[in-house]
C-alpha cells in the first residue's frame, strides 16, 4: 500500500469510527468519505463529528456539504490564481514587448 493509500484508508477509518460511535452505519461512513472526495475533508469531518456530536443525520449531510463547497470555493481559488498568474506573467513577457514595437 502506497503512502497516499494509507493516508485515505486511515482518514476514511477515522471517519467510520466517528459515525460508530454516533451509531450511523458503516454505508453512511462509506457514502460520506466517497463525496468528501480527499482525505482532508474526510478528517474535518471526523472531527466536526467528533466535537459537534449532532444527533440528527441531516446535521451530519449539512455539514459535508458545507465542507464540499468550501473545498470547492478553495480549488476556484486556486485556478483563478494560476490563470492571473499566467496572464501576469504574458503581460510582463519582454519578447512580447519586442514584437509590439
Do not use: H
Request: aromatic fraction near 6%; proline fraction near 4%; include cysteine.
Amino acid at each position: 500500500m502506497t503512502s497516499n493509500q494509507q493516508v485515505w484508508a486511515a482518514a476514511r477509518e477515522e471517519l467510520g469510527q466517528a459515525l460508530k460511535e454516533l451509531g450511523y452505519p458503516e454505508e453512511f461512513a462509506a457514502l460520506v468519505a466517497k463525496q468528501l472526495g480527499s482525505p482532508r475533508a474526510i478528517e474535518r469531518m471526523s472531527a466536526y463529528l467528533r466535537r459537534a456530536r449532532p444527533r440528527k443525520m441531516e446535521m451530519i449531510v449539512d455539514e459535508m456539504l458545507a465542507i464540499c463547497q468550501d473545498a470547492d470555493a478553495w480549488r476556484a481559488k486556486k485556478a483563478s490564481e494560476a490563470a492571473q498568474a499566467g496572464v501576469t506573467a504574458w503581460l510582463n513577457d519582454p519578447a512580447r514587448w519586442e514584437e509590439e514595437e
